[in-house]
């Protein structure tokens, strides 16, 4: 069992589990339900009462690897080399077929390239390969395929699949019950608990990633996962409520008014790395697009097709290197706030110590960072902070409860929706959602497109930029392509 400090609710109760041979077992749950906690706990941390016995020591060669979902803070080389063989002996490193490697997780050619300009799906495909050098004897990969597109995804399963021959043990936890399809053993974790261990033959009879997409499991109409929120009342969830104001004139949660009437618009944007140097990267080439008010837009591609980067430009967090982005006619630089980014990696979006203090601060009513008291909006009261953190967590279907909890005791889908929280309390006439879907169960997908949909029939303009079009296509009314930094 074990319990994060400050909870009084276990993460995980009772679970007893054993890896006996080198066999793929996959670990499936809804978010929240426990699944990170195992994989702490297979990788070595103390439970708080019961044991854990053998394994190897996590990271050394021959010993335990552990690959989890924030590959972004685990890059260490300044190349792809480097940082593959990271704490390795030299005669380690020499003995290592990097380019053999490299070419089984999907990364030929890459060795020399510096990792800060690898896409999300490549760090994870970075991370897996830092984890295989090491020859680990047991191999715990947690929603490693979040971040990568649909073709790369069956490429790494079918890896993780066949390490077992190479007597590798394999643990890979997700929310996805399709990735069990390959499966030796499926076990389903829910409320900290293991409610079922199967093996092959027993288990659902999908036979491929394409064929659980086509029919996919309905969400449960209960959910008891730790720390979430249940939503009744059908598979989209209930709609959120009508907008309406307080008696301080204060909208309260639902649509947003619909005052919007800006477009978004890129005129030939094109964006190079490290320009005039010898590792500079062309990335994005002659984009140009306008979002309208109220429109719904998806943009697709490939790993490293230059998505994220489209993304940053069109925030205004990135100045392209050529052409120019507006919202309403004024340039981004002069639109700060308007435009909201879900981040790719939503740690990073992350930057206060506790759910509560960070969706206040995302909404404007929190201290500036290195600023001491001051705030950006006028001082709220207790009573207020907490109804809109409450509200903003309800919508995006987190329990309240779990505003006081650490943000690094949430698991990766609790932090992409409290970063989504406070991305809605913002109250933005624009928001771009850079992978928005990875790392949430189906339940949380489907809730998060009810959301999105009803806030942009009210006006709000949105951009989702995925590989992952399971809803999403439903939500958007136009779809274009970027493939190797052309947007068509």
């Known amino acids: 069992a074990f319990t994060y400090p400050g909870t009084d609710h276990p993460a995980l109760s009772d679970v007893t589990l054993t890896l006996e041979r080198p066999e793929y077992t996959v670990v499936v749950g809804p978010?929240?339900?426990?699944?990170?906690?195992l994989a702490l706990l297979l990788a070595g941390a103390e439970p708080d009462s019961g044991t854990r016995q053998g394994g190897g020591l996590l990271g050394a060669v021959g010993g335990t690897a552990l690959v989890g979902q924030r590959s972004e803070l685990l890059v260490l080389g300044q190349s792809v080399a480097e940082d593959v063989t990271?704490?390795?002996?030299a005669q380690q490193s020499a003995d290592l077929d990097l380019d053999e490697l490299l070419e089984r997780v999907g990364l030929a050619g890459l060795a020399d390239a510096d990792p800060r300009s690898l896409s999300g799906g490549q760090l994870q495909r970075l991370a897996l390969a830092g984890a295989l050098a090491r020859s680990p004897r047991l191999l715990?990969?947690?929603?490693?395929?979040?971040?990568?597109?649909?073709?790369?995804?069956?490429?790494?399963?079918?890896?993780?699949a066949s390490l077992p021959a190479r007597g590798i043990a394999v643990v890979h936890i997700t929310h996805d019950p399709a990735e069990s399809a390959r499966?030796?053993?499926?076990?389903?974790?829910?409320?900290?608990?293991?409610?079922?261990?199967?093996?092959?033959?027993?288990?659902?009879?999908?036979?491929?990633?394409?064929?659980?997409?086509?029919?996919?499991?309905?969400?449960?109409?209960?959910r008891e996962t730790h720390g979430d929120t249940a939503r009744q009342g059908g598979a989209t969830g209930d709609a959120p409520p009508a907008s309406s104001l307080?008696?301080?004139?204060?909208?309260?949660?639902?649509?947003?008014?619909?005052?919007?009437?800006?477009?978004?618009?890129?005129?030939?944007?094109?964006?190079?790395?490290?320009?005039?140097t010898p590792w500079e990267k062309p990335v994005l080439r002659d984009v140009s697009l306008i979002l309208d008010p109220g429109q719904?837009?998806?943009?697709?591609?490939?790993?490293?097709?230059?998505?994220?980067?489209?993304?940053?430009?069109?925030?205004g967090l990135l100045v392209p290197t050529w052409g120019t982005v507006t919202l309403g006619?004024?340039?981004?630089?002069?639109?700060?706030?308007?435009?909201?980014?879900?981040?790719?990696?939503?740690?990073?979006?992350?930057?206060?110590?506790?759910v509560r203090s960070d969706i206040l601060a995302a909404a404007?009513?929190?201290?500036?960072?290195?600023?001491?008291?001051?705030?950006?909006?006028?001082?709220?009261?207790?009573?207020?902070?907490?109804?809109?953190?409450?509200?903003?967590?309800?919508?995006?279907?987190?329990?309240?409860?779990?505003?006081?909890?650490?943000?690094?005791?949430?698991?990766?889908?609790?932090?992409?929706?409290?970063?989504?929280?406070?991305?809605?309390?913002?109250?933005?006439?624009?928001?771009?959602?850079?992978?928005p879907m990875a790392g949430l169960d189906m339940a949380s997908r489907e809730l998060l497109i009810s959301v999105l949909d009803e806030r942009r029939r009210a006006g709000l303009s949105i951009l989702v930029i995925s590989h992952d079009l399971e809803g999403v296509d439903d939500l958007c009314d136009t779809h274009r392509h970027l493939r190797e930094g052309v947007l068509t």
């Open 296 to 315: 719904a837009m998806l943009i697709t591609g490939d790993n490293g097709s230059g998505k994220t980067t489209l993304s940053r430009v069109l925030t």
């Open 140 to 160: 715990i990969s947690d929603e490693s395929t979040a971040m990568i597109d649909r073709d790369g995804r069956a490429e790494i399963l079918d890896l993780l």
């Open 329 to 354: 006619g004024k340039p981004m630089e002069r639109r700060v706030g308007d435009v909201a980014l879900s981040m790719q990696f939503a740690r990073l979006q992350l930057q206060r110590p506790s």
């Open 364 to 435: 404007g009513h929190g201290p500036r960072i290195g600023t001491g008291s001051a705030h950006r909006k006028g001082s709220i009261s207790r009573e207020q902070g907490d109804r809109i953190v409450a509200e903003a967590m309800e919508l995006v279907g987190l329990d309240p409860a779990l505003a006081s909890r650490g943000i690094d005791d949430l698991s990766g889908g609790q932090m992409r929706r409290v970063a989504l929280a406070g991305l809605f309390a913002s109250h933005p006439r624009v928001l771009i959602l850079d992978e």
């Open 86 to 89: 990271w704490g390795m002996s």
């Open 31 to 37: 978010n929240g339900s426990g699944k990170s906690t």
């Open 246 to 276: 307080n008696a301080e004139g204060e909208r309260i949660w639902g649509s947003p008014s619909l005052i919007n009437t800006e477009h978004l618009w890129a005129d030939r944007v094109a964006h190079t790395y490290d320009l005039g």
């Open 183 to 222: 499966a030796d053993r499926v076990i389903t974790i829910r409320s900290g608990r293991i409610l079922s261990d199967t093996r092959t033959g027993a288990t659902a009879s999908l036979t491929s990633i394409d064929q659980a997409k086509a029919s996919p499991a309905q969400p449960e109409t209960s």
